[in-house]
């Protein structure tokens, strides 16, 4: 069992900046397909992939939409993941996950249903 818990999430303006973290506890790094995401749902639409990594490689992904704007990363010691968002949108208001999986394929890494484990979710709401 993994459990993830999401902070950070806030209101902003849009060009502003926030930093999500999650906490990860419980078996993890069992694997080297070790797999850790963000995701986002918006009300009234489908959940996406944001972001997402291996815990053991150097690749991170990202979602078309986010590119250059945010960035994932992880502090291995303190088993905490990222999400660095930067030049912030309306459109990235969403609720944001965490989640978590012991293996994903890299060419689905960004899909939902790669993931096992999920956070209970932070709000981002971008005004403009």
């Known amino acids: 069992q993994v459990q993830l818990v999401e902070s950070g999430g806030g209101s902003v303006q849009a060009g502003g900046s926030l930093r999500l973290s999650c906490s990860a506890s419980g078996y993890i790094y069992a694997t080297d397909g070790y797999c850790m995401g963000w995701f986002r749902q918006a009300p009234a639409k489908e959940r996406e992939g944001v972001a997402a990594?291996?815990?053991?490689?150097?690749?991170?992904y990202y979602a078309d939409s986010v590119k250059g704007r945010f960035t994932i990363s992880q502090d291995n010691a303190k088993n905490t993941l990222y999400l660095q968002m930067n030049s912030l949108k309306p459109e990235d208001t969403a609720m944001y996950y965490c989640?978590?999986?012991?293996?994903?394929?890299?060419?689905?890494?960004?899909?939902?249903?790669?993931?096992?484990?999920w956070g209970q979710g932070t709000q981002v709401t971008v005004s403009s």
């Open positions: 990594l291996y815990i053991h490689g150097r690749d991170t």
């Open positions: 989640a978590a999986a012991y293996f994903c394929l890299a060419g689905a890494i960004l899909s939902s249903s790669e993931y096992s484990y």
